[in-house]
């Protein structure tokens, strides 16, 4: 449920301030037999207070005794993670909690938020796996790349994900709430440094500050002139969308200008009407949205899930930026796949659907590297002349990239050699469909006149026999 219908309204003062900020106004909130399922521990929970966000994180789940009572585990499940508590924070929205299928204990949901015996076996696993601290010229703020610098504003999050990459700094607590020394030094070092362009505001997570603390890192942002873009780096639309209800943070944010929200859909059960109408929301209020996904193992790691994750955010309009092979931090160990598993996927997505909505995989590299990106090979073979490329279907073209006359002797010769060294310009595997497609047409355009479109018989589809003609239709380009 987003909001209820004016009739018995609780809060008719807030809804008119919302609708007067460009909120959803032009939205008709569902009814109250629409709301999405609960779990029954908030069940009679009124709707007002289910959309408050105030109400979400003073009722999030915040200790295995309270997890104990809401899901089912074997006894030697709650001693395992009964003993990593004190090592790696909890906390769970009743809304995100709600998303859980509970009597599924591999529910990707679940996985991503409740605490699992798996996290306390060691593996090749860091505190720091990017060494962003040892790129910190001042605390809080890693300068690796020329042009862009990231600022730690809080450890505090809506939700702490259990493959988080920065556990060692959503263990601390106390000192956020106020405007530090360190704050002020992030700021200055920023406003000294005009070859950044590009500011990162992360955590923890941002929207989580106080709104005067979050005023004052985009205030002061806004004023450095050779600061071009800010990045807001929150799973609030994710997992408790209902902080983004507020009309005065989305003032905030609009307020800033250059604001850019960086957010974390890992499933396509995440994309609930709640997250939907937040980012149209964030939409309306001039804010572009990209998205980080992580290839984590149970959760998304097949062609299918990503595949219905990536069409998701189109349709609510949030760009698929990147896909993150999952760090090696400490606790997180069994969510790692293979880099192979995160190939497949995007040799699945390119040429399958809408480039718009196909991400980078990126490996954030070990010492710093920063983000390497990865995907399968196009380039299959090369000469002084030309290259060969393959595309999705498995086709392999001849590409001259330059306009010169041609150096290399033709040889008779076959297969790629010939496309290098000899006069063929492509190679199209047997029975491939959009030939098959070529070839119908092609049989409407050369029948008789009259024999087709005037009542007579359409010509027959691509029989084995048709697709066997196929490569040699495709052997000259």
């Known amino acids: ?5 004016e009739v018995d309204d609780p809060l008719p003062s807030a809804r008119t301030a919302f609708s007067a900020s460009g909120g959803f106004e032009d939205d008709e909130p569902p009814s109250r037999h629409s709301r999405p399922s609960r779990h029954p521990q908030w069940q009679d929970v009124p ?12 009722n999030a789940i915040r200790s295995v005794r309270q997890l104990r009572s809401l899901l089912p585990f074997t006894r030697d499940e709650l001693e395992a993670i009964g003993k990593l508590e004190a090592d790696y924070k909890v906390a769970i929205p009743p809304y995100y909690f709600s998303l859980i299928d509970t009597d599924d204990p591999e529910d990707p949901i679940r996985l991503q938020s409740v605490p699992s015996s798996l996290e306390g076996e060691g593996g090749f696993e860091l505190e720091d796996p990017l060494e962003e601290d040892k790129d910190s010229p001042v605390p809080g703020l890693t300068h690796r790349y020329p042009d862009r610098v990231l600022m730690l504003t809080t450890p505090n999050c809506t939700m702490y994900c259990r493959y988080c990459t920065r556990k060692r700094a959503t263990l601390t607590r106390g000192g956020w709430e106020g405007i530090s020394k360190d704050d002020e030094r992030m700021i200055d070092y920023i406003r000294n440094h005009s070859e950044i362009k590009d500011v990162i505001v992360s955590g923890g997570d941002p929207l989580t500050l106080p709104i005067s603390k979050l005023k004052f890192y985009l205030d002061a942002l806004k004023a450095i002139p050779h600061v071009d873009v800010i990045r807001i780096g929150t799973r609030v639309p994710v997992t408790m969308p209902q902080r983004l209800y507020d009309p005065e943070l989305l003032q905030l944010l609009e307020s800033a200008e250059k604001v850019y929200i960086q957010t974390h859909f890992n499933h396509p059960r995440e994309i609930t009407p ?4 937040v980012c149209k929301s964030l939409l309306r209020h001039g804010m572009m949205i990209n998205n980080h ?4 193992k149970g959760v998304n790691d097949d062609l299918g899930t990503m595949k219905e994750l990536l069409r998701g955010l189109l349709r609510i309009k949030v760009r698929p930026y990147y896909l993150f092979h999952c760090d090696p931090v400490t606790g997180a160990g069994h969510f790692r796949t293979s880099v192979w598993k995160g190939m497949e996927i995007m040799e699945g997505l390119r040429g399958h659907m809408s480039g718009i909505g196909i991400p980078t995989y990126v490996v954030d590299s070990p ?4 983000k390497i990106p990865l995907m399968p090979n196009y380039m299959v073979s090369m000469s002084d002349d030309a290259v060969i490329l393959r595309n999705y279907e498995g086709m392999l073209v001849r590409y001259q990239a330059e306009d010169k006359p041609v150096s290399s002797q033709k040889t008779a010769t076959r297969g790629v050699s010939a496309l290098i060294q000899g006069d063929k310009t492509s190679l ?9 497609r070529r070839r119908q047409l092609q049989l409407v355009e050369d029948a008789p006149s009259g024999s087709c479109g005037s009542g007579d018989s359409p010509p027959p589809p691509a029989t084995s026999s048709t697709r066997t003609l196929l490569p040699m239709l495709a052997a000259n380009g």
């Not at 289910?50 to 994180?57: I, L, P």
């Not at 996904?293 to 984590?296: E, G, R």
């Open 1 to 5: 449920m987003f909001l209820e219908s």
């Open 47 to 58: 709707d007002h207070q289910w959309d408050d966000w105030k109400w979400q994180q003073a």
């Open 274 to 277: 709640e997250a939907a109408r």
């Open 293 to 296: 996904s992580v290839l984590l």
């Open 367 to 370: 010492h710093g590297g920063g």
């Open 428 to 436: 199209m595997p047997e029975g491939n469909e959009r030939m098959a």
